[in-house]
Nanobody, 117 residues
Framework: QVQLVESGGGLVQPGGSLRLSCTASITFFSRYSMGWYRQAPGEQRDLVATITPGGTTEYADSVKGRFTISKDNAKRSVYLQMNTLKPEDTAVYYC???????????WGQGTQVTVSS
């Protein structure tokens, strides 16, 4: 069973930056497309960034140009650099396999990102 551990969240003012990290305890990590998801209170969990095994990235329109996903296969880790943060980015952020229909059943605890002045 895969274990996903997210970190790096926190409280930041609008316009600020954060870098999230996620480590996956799974063999052959490099074979999977990975994604960052987020879930705001009362909302569904949405995929906001994806990176393929070849390094191709995709972003939701709401974060395009502000967020950058990257990965380190040797560390079995995926990262999300978030710049120019907005209050509407406030959510719990999770990593998992992407797209959502192939996500592993086991989710991590997530990391809370709060954007507020």
């Amino acid at each position: 069973q895969v274990q996903l551990v997210e970190s790096g969240g926190g409280l930041v003012q609008p316009g600020g930056s954060l870098r999230l990290s996620c480590t996956a305890s799974i063999t052959f990590f490099s074979r999977y497309s990975m994604g960052w998801y987020r879930q705001a209170p009362g909302e569904q969990r949405d995929l906001v960034a994806t990176i393929t095994p070849g390094g191709t990235t995709e972003y939701a329109d709401s974060v395009k140009g502000r967020f950058t996903i990257s990965k380190d296969n040797a560390k079995r880790s995926v990262y999300l650099q978030m710049n120019t943060l907005k209050p509407e980015d406030t959510a719990v952020y999770y990593c998992n396999r992407a797209p959502s229909n192939v996500a592993w059943d086991s989710w991590g605890q997530g990391t809370q990102v709060t954007v507020s002045s």
